[in-house]
């Protein structure tokens, strides 16, 4: 595997620092290596610490990462009176780039020099790089392109690379998820009778009372419709809940679908077709999912035949849910005759994701406590000044 210089662009020459594997740039001299070999080389494992908190709590991007290229998170660090460190840590790798002579200035622990002849110390080098990287190579195979992505590929539907474990089980998205599947199972034998009973009727917006508005989310017309937003829903959503909390998930989940119904009843409130589905408040978890992880890479197959086998694109998060956004324009100007999907709705539940993640990242960035390590880098400035 070959890390870059982000700063040169040069390839990164492996070295072996206080029995240590890390990778320098022959230019800049800038250095990478793991959070566990840092833990190793520091003298304080208070300092290693306080660094990985801070880059989980960081909202500061930092350089391309070396090894799997996305941004990684800017930590500031004080380690004396006189000097403080700015630090690019991968979370995803869980590695650290050092600027020239950052990693020097660190107190490291004293660890005597072995007599071992050079042929020696090339082969203890060679065997811990080889580990680095295999260790590598299967983390990448496990979080690329697997086996059960082939039959959602063939089918055109976008799978998610780097799905990250969540620390949350999704109870609402696998609520909702049997909520739908329950209510299909119990009225398909009376499907179309049900559809235009319990349906969102513009034209009719006060039937029983109102209760269409909410009835009709968990209503599909068919089993590809059902299969369809059950699809994304649980694709997207366990990782949209697991950021936002069961509540405000919740609450997202009906404030997109009554902003998706509004949407389509401004646009068409004549209409006495029945709309139903859960495609409402599910474009407020892609466009949720979109802003709140923007760098996650999306597969998206553009073949359906067996001869086609694996072809897909590969797109960041936020590109695949301009992509979806275009299509949705498209498919509401081209207004193609015979076409039951309400589009508009789509456009309503999106832009109530984009608001709901644009004020939870707003007030989430602002609930970050600054480390004590900024205050008195600030104190420091405010005193020299």
């Not at 260790?135 to 799905?163: C, H, M, R």
């Not at 319990?198 to 917006?205: M, R």
């Not at 709140?292 to 590109?319: D, E, M, N």
Request: glycine content about 6%; proline content about 5%; charged content about 15%.
């Amino acid at each position: 595997m070959q890390y870059r210089c982000p700063h040169c662009n040069r390839e990164l020459a492996r070295e072996l620092f206080k029995r240590k594997v890390l990778f320098r740039c022959p230019d800049c001299g800038g250095q990478f290596l793991t959070v566990s070999a840092l833990r190793g080389l520091a003298q304080s494992k208070t300092f290693v610490n306080t660094l990985w908190r801070n880059a989980l709590n960081s909202p500061h991007p930092g350089v391309p990462c070396p090894g799997c290229g996305n941004r990684t998170r800017q930590v500031l660090l004080f380690t004396d009176i006189n000097s403080d460190l700015e630090l690019d840590v991968c979370t995803r790798c869980q590695a650290v780039w050092f600027d020239p002579a950052e990693l020097e200035s660190l107190p490291m622990n004293e660890i005597p020099e072995e007599k071992l002849s050079p042929e020696a110390k090339e082969a203890i080098a060679s065997y811990a790089i080889a580990h680095v990287r295999e260790t590598a190579q299967y983390e990448n195979a496990s979080s690329g392109y697997e086996i059960w992505k082939t039959f959602p590929t063939l089918l055109g539907l976008p799978v998610e690379q780097d799905s990250s474990p969540i620390q949350r089980i999704p109870f609402v998205t696998w609520a909702a998820a049997g909520i739908c599947i329950a209510v299909f199972l119990f009225t398909f034998k009376n499907l179309e009778t049900v559809v235009n009973t319990w349906g969102f009727i513009p034209k009719e917006l006060f039937r029983y009372g109102g209760i269409t508005w909410l009835s009709s989310m968990f209503l599909h017309g068919s089993w590809p419709h059902l299969l369809g937003n059950m699809y994304f829903l649980l694709m997207f959503g366990d990782n949209v809940e697991d950021e936002l909390g069961h509540w405000k998930y919740l609450l997202l989940l009906f404030a997109s679908e009554i902003c998706a119904t509004l949407t389509h009843l401004v646009f068409d409130f004549r209409s006495t077709i029945p709309c139903v589905g859960a495609s409402g408040f599910i474009s407020g978890i892609l466009a949720c999912y979109a802003l709140l992880f923007p760098q996650k890479t999306i597969y998206i197959g553009y073949s359906r035949s067996f001869w086609g086998y694996g072809k897909h694109v590969t797109l960041p998060a936020w590109a695949a849910f301009i992509l979806w956004l275009a299509l949705q324009f498209l498919a509401v100007k081209l207004n193609l005759p015979g076409n039951s999907t309400a589009y508009f709705a789509h456009l309503g539940g999106a832009a109530t994701g984009i608001v709901a993640a644009i004020i939870y990242k707003t007030n989430r960035d602002k609930n970050i406590q600054i480390p004590d390590l900024y205050q008195k880098l600030n104190c420091r400035k405010r005193k020299q000044q």
